[in-house]
């Protein structure tokens, strides 16, 4: 298992993107936390194993309907501080 953390970047504030990471992540069986970013990005915190990670992140390129996603950063990360998957406050 390893931890990702993701910035995602572009149209992903006020578009339902944190409750579409929430939803997938939940499906695809990570654990971690999504939440907004003041800059207007969208920060994800993710742990599984690889192939759930790969799966994840091109979720996050796609995003909901109405979002566009125009840069995604992933750096390695230490894993969440509690299991499951939720939607935190904006940092």
């Excluded at 996050?60 to 299991?83: F, M």
Aim: proline share 4%; aromatic share 8%; with cysteine.
């Amino acid at each position: 298992m390893k931890a990702c953390r993701y910035v995602v970047s572009g149209r992903v504030q006020g578009v339902g993107f944190r409750y579409f990471v929430e939803d997938e992540a939940l499906g695809i069986g990570v654990s971690g936390w999504v939440r907004n970013l003041r800059d207007g990005s969208v920060e994800v915190l993710a742990m599984g194993d690889d192939r759930q990670l790969e799966q994840l992140e091109k979720k996050l390129w796609e995003g909901p309907a109405l979002a566009r996603v125009t840069h995604l950063h992933v750096e390695e990360s230490v894993a969440p501080d509690r299991p499951g998957f939720h939607i935190r406050p904006t940092a």
